[in-house]
């Protein structure tokens, strides 16, 4: 079974950074899509940043040039690097990846069968 355990939330300034991380494991290969989701109280869980298994990178307007998404050399580990961090950033966040898939990944969590338990995130 696929198993993603995120890491590295917490409670920050507004202005601050975090970086999580999301660690992949019971399967082979690369994942063909992996990022990051955010559900926040009472709202609707929104796609953050995805990355692709060849590379292509997708954030959602509110975070990009603020937030970066990478993966390292086995495409096992993907890192959320959240600069200039928000009040409206507070969230819980949640890796999610997608096995496989042939059209371009998407920030659609719909779209995503697996999911890791979350990483809480509160910027004050």
């Known amino acids: 079974d696929v198993q993603l355990v995120e890491s590295g939330g917490g409670s920050v300034e507004a202005g601050g950074s975090l970086r999580l991380s999301c660690a992949a494991s019971g399967y082979s290969g690369t994942a063909y899509c992996m990022g990051w989701f955010r559900q926040a109280p009472g709202k609707a869980r929104e796609g953050v940043a995805i990355i692709e298994r060849n590379g292509p990178i997708t954030y959602a307007d509110s975070v990009r040039g603020r937030f970066t998404i990478s993966k390292d050399n086995r495409g096992k580990t993907i890192d959320l690097q959240m600069n200039r961090l928000k009040v409206e950033d507070t969230a819980m966040y949640y890796c999610?990846?997608?096995?496989?898939?042939?059209?371009?990944?998407?920030?659609?969590?719909?779209?995503?069968?697996?999911w890791g338990q979350g990483t809480q995130v509160t910027v004050s």
């Open positions: 999610a990846a997608r096995l496989r898939g042939v059209r371009r990944c998407t920030l659609v969590d719909s779209e995503y069968p697996d």
